[in-house]
């Protein structure tokens, strides 16, 4: 039996100062502690330890770390909001250990950061194993797998962070184009709206009967009078390297060195890795950006130290 799991969890939740709920900081942590609460163990064939009372209902974490094959340090961690960035088969672990339908399924993918669209065998079908190899390697840098229509086909941890302002958009046009905090976090957002617009322009000439890209420019011409206007007057380029700064709410600005890297036998297929500095301000913001996992603790909106070191480098 599929259980139906409310999308918000009740509970964890806290108002602003408008009177609007505001979503908890573990967010992901309290909607599997109440996925996890509201099943027992005959419900998903496991047989209850007698020798051991239960205190309260539901599963115990050991037995989700059964019926799922993640260690139960792990989901500890998950719940605990210690760790943020569960990969695409965790989740559908979970998915398969707690009975979730579609909506509850789809919501706890976007809590994760991931595109719910995407299981985790189409991800990895989908992106060229070259470039799959490049992204996990990429430790001290962000790195995105995407579509030839700008799907964001799969991410690192650090990249995650990065965008982590924009909640479960997965589609660099409809990010920078549509999305009301693309203007706050692009420091020059007219280069990135360009830049996007011209790897764009280069897919749909190489790949001029992609659906996906002909169905996103027909929505974004009707969405945004920014993204038609350079649309129509952005040349065709191929993008393989640019510089750009980024202003992120927990991290503060971070300069970024971008390559674009293709693969020949995946046409319009692309790795997107952005690169602080080695040393000074973008460094270490992007270095405590990764570390959190793209939010602040409670009353930091900047790494330690950040306005020191940028008053210091301009006084």
């Known amino acids: 039996m599929r259980m139906q799991v409310p999308a918000v969890p009740p509970r964890g939740t806290a108002r602003s ?42 599963l115990r ?72 190899e490049l992204m996990e390697q990429s430790h001290r840098a962000a790195a995105w797998a995407l579509s030839p229509c700008l799907d964001m086909l799969a991410a ?10 924009f909640g479960s958009e997965t589609n660099a046009i409809r990010l920078v184009f549509a999305h009301p905090e693309a203007q706050e976090f692009f420091a020059d957002w007219p280069a990135a709206a360009r830049a996007a617009v011209s790897v764009l322009r280069h897919n749909v000439v190489r790949l001029p009967q992609n659906t996906d890209i002909l169905d996103l420019v027909a929505e974004m011409s009707s969405a945004s009078a920014d993204f038609t206007r350079m649309w129509q007057n952005t040349t065709t380029a191929d993008v393989g390297y640019a510089q750009g700064t980024v202003v992120h709410p927990a991290a503060g600005r971070i300069t970024l060195t971008c390559r674009v890297i293709g693969a020949p036998t995946a046409p319009g297929q692309h790795l997107l890795i952005a690169v602080p500095p080695p040393e000074g301000r973008s460094a270490e913001a992007f ?8 939010s602040a603790p409670a009353g930091h909106r900047h790494p330690p130290d950040a306005g020191r070191a940028e008053r210091k480098r301009s006084s």
């Open 17 to 58: 100062a408008g009177n609007e709920v505001a979503p908890p900081q573990n967010a992901l942590g309290e909607f599997l502690r109440l996925c996890r609460a509201r099943l027992n163990p005959a419900d998903v064939g496991l047989s209850p330890d007698s020798r051991r009372s239960r205190r309260v209902e539901g």
């Open 61 to 132: 974490r050991e037995e989700v770390s059964v019926l799922t094959g993640v260690s139960v340090d792990y989901y500890s961690r998950l719940e605990q909001g210690r760790e943020r960035s569960p990969s695409a088969q965790v989740l559908e672990a979970l998915v398969r250990a707690f009975q979730l339908e579609a909506t509850a399924r789809g919501h706890l993918f976007r809590l994760a950061g991931l595109n719910p669209r995407l299981h985790p065998d189409s991800v990895r079908a989908q992106v060229h194993p070259d470039l799959l």
């Open 156 to 165: 690192n941890a650090p990249a995650r962070a990065v965008l982590s302002p």
């Open 287 to 294: 270095t405590y950006l990764a570390a959190m996992g793209g």
